[in-house]
């Protein structure tokens, strides 16, 4: 029998009788340099894992120069697509001497036939192998499944409904009796919320009787979920919006409440608690002191595999309303309805999961007199340096004047930037494409923001100068399309996050699409018909590798203390043959991503 490690994917999704077969079943062989391991045409007879050496996967139909395609190393598997396939499609020629383990065809079918997530590995899209990489990593805790894919429908309480004649006392009563903490005062087909607090300040503070009808009292509006929603999404709904309940509903039928308290009960973990911890937060002392605990978060987050998506909403909710109660801190209440404080970069994509450098403007009403809004913009901008947002290295904060104005004032410096059509112009008309309003009035930002798609969407030229910038970064990848290997690590962010996010950027602004979230423009895109389903998914994906492994790298910065290595290079050696693979397959999408863009903005000729 031979020892061959089989604790990587797709072994993994075989149980232990199924590793044991491997073991028993396979082969060495040696294969000299330059020899041809399988050729294209060839029906497929093993499926190869290497032990040693390097292989080239080889499309002979290409020239010379574009030929080479894959390239495989120690721990990497190929084959298999040509078992399945009944031939294989490209050839495999050993680079330098190597030693592949061989798995027979008659093995691996049956093997697919006995396991079928086993047979799936070899059939799935990048986001399908993307959601097995996080499942590997899940570790403790709340498992995966658990975690990520708990719904709202597994925790939630029965509802207590009653109709709006009810009095404040019965009410009570029925509170008491339920052990709940709030109740739904049904009004035809339409309901309110009325919470214990409710009820109290109406008899103490407003001095109603005790047989007041509940009628009379004003409800709560209602933020509802559904039963099959994942837990997680609705505890960022309540992160974002500063309840601490949420209804589920049924077809516009209540059938449940889910609290606060339930969900960070059933997650059971000390870190959820940041989210109460900044919502309790009475002072700038007791908010930074929640603001420091969001590293611990994420990596708790990472640590029990959760899905990146979920793990962005709820840190870009946190951070949202982390600045959102330091303006409340330091702004004069007077002021809210006639400003609005908006984040912007990935903070406004809500992709900052680890804080980073400041990016934020501020957009005043015409008609607003704040004689001392700089001095309160300066105080703003040292306290979230105080809260762990450093200071932009460009000054794009609140505390210069060139990011702050009235709605006019904003709409003219729009029409400047879309005339200058510079470098420098152009990335401030996409840091302002991905603003978002995170305290005061967001009908500001939404007026700006309408001015910005008037100018900007059907400007076919300005569409092209703002798109060139994704070819400013070369891909990561060999001429032969393998991964780049140098010692220092590829840089992630401009090989793979930036060309995403901007190429996306730009396809939102020409289609007039809103959100400011990559992921949701993606789906967007999609639905207009401007991206294939799959390949928008598949970009998705992607990026969310990108992130994760960019994360890893700020997490482990942030834990050594560690400023000098930089958190966007991700040293390719140092990977699993699995995250390799992904990596460089989620490379080749966004190169291909770059050539659809070249076309269609007519790149090719800048």
């Known amino acids: 029998m031979i020892d061959i490690d089989l604790s990587q994917p797709p072994f993994t999704l075989l149980d232990d009788m199924g590793r044991e077969r491997v073991r028993q079943g396979v082969d060495l062989a040696y294969f000299d340099g330059d020899e041809i391991i399988l050729e294209a045409g060839q029906p497929g007879e093993y499926v190869f894992l290497i032990h040693k050496g390097e292989v080239a996967e080889i499309d002979a139909t290409q020239p010379a120069a574009r030929e080479r395609i894959g390239h495989y190393t120690q721990g990497d598997l190929f084959g298999a697509i040509s078992i399945l396939n009944g031939k294989s499609r490209y050839r495999f020629r050993a680079e330098q001497e190597s030693l592949c383990y061989l798995l027979p065809r008659a093995l691996f079918l049956e093997l697919c036939d006995a396991y079928t997530p086993f047979a799936e590995f070899f059939r799935q899209t990048l986001a399908h192998k993307a959601r097995l990489l996080t499942e590997q990593r899940a570790e403790g805790g709340v498992t995966m499944a658990g975690f990520m894919l708990a719904s709202v429908n597994e925790c939630m309480r029965e509802p207590l409904i009653v109709s709006a004649d009810t009095s404040i006392a019965e009410a009570v009563a029925a509170i008491n009796e339920q052990h709940a903490d709030s109740l739904l005062v049904g009004r035809g087909q339409s309901h309110g919320m009325i919470t214990k607090t409710d009820l109290l300040n109406a008899l103490v503070v407003d001095e109603r009787g005790r047989d007041t009808p509940l009628k009379e009292l004003g409800h709560a509006e209602l933020i509802t979920v559904t039963p099959e929603k994942y837990l997680f999404e609705a505890l960022v709904i309540m992160t974002r919006h500063k309840i601490e309940r949420v209804v589920v509903e049924e077809e516009r039928r ?353």
């Open 254 to 606: 209540p059938v449940g409440v889910v609290e606060l308290t339930d969900v960070l009960s059933y997650f059971s973990s000390r870190s959820y608690v940041v989210s109460l911890q900044v919502e309790q937060a009475d002072s700038l002392e007791a908010l930074a002191a929640a603001s420091q605990r969001t590293p611990e978060l994420v990596s708790a987050l990472m640590a029990q595999g959760v899905k990146l998506r979920f793990a962005m909403g709820l840190l870009a909710a946190l951070n949202g309303r982390i600045i959102n109660k330091a303006w409340g801190f330091l702004v004069d209440e007077r002021y809210h309805a006639d400003s609005c404080l908006m984040v912007m970069g990935s903070e406004g994509r809500g992709e900052q999961i680890l804080k980073t450098d400041q990016d934020n403007g501020l957009i005043l009403d015409d008609r607003l007199e704040w004689p001392d809004c700089a001095d309160r913009m300066q105080h703003l901008t040292e306290t979230l340096i105080e809260l762990g947002y450093p200071p932009c290295p460009g000054n794009i904060m609140v505390s210069n004047p060139e990011w702050v104005g009235t709605v006019s004032q904003w709409k003219r410096r729009i029409s400047r930037w879309v005339e200058a059509r510079d470098g420098d112009t152009l990335m401030k008309l996409a840091i302002m494409l991905d603003s978002h309003a995170v305290a005061g009035n967001p009908a500001l930002l939404d007026e700006v923001r309408a001015d910005l798609f008037a100018q900007c969407a059907g400007n076919e030229l300005l569409l092209s100068y703002f798109a060139r910038a994704i070819l400013r970064f070369s891909m990561p990848l060999t001429l032969f399309g393998s991964l780049k290997r140098p010692q220092h690590g590829i840089d992630i962010k401009k090989g793979g996050i930036f060309p995403i996010v901007h190429g996306v950027r730009v396809m939102a602004l020409e289609r007039g699409i809103q959100p400011t979230s990559t992921l949701e423009r993606l789906e967007a895109l999609a639905e207009d018909g401007r991206l294939e389903p799959r390949f928008a998914e598949d970009l998705a994906e992607a990026l969310s590798l990108f992130t994760e492994l960019r994360l890893k790298q700020q997490l482990a910065r942030h834990e050594a203390e560690n400023e000098t290595s930089s958190p966007d290079r991700v040293v390719v050696q140092e990977l699993s043959s699995l995250e390799r693979d992904l990596l460089r397959e989620a490379l080749h999408i966004v190169k291909d991503f770059k050539q659809r863009l070249s076309h269609r903005f007519h790149l090719e000729y800048s």
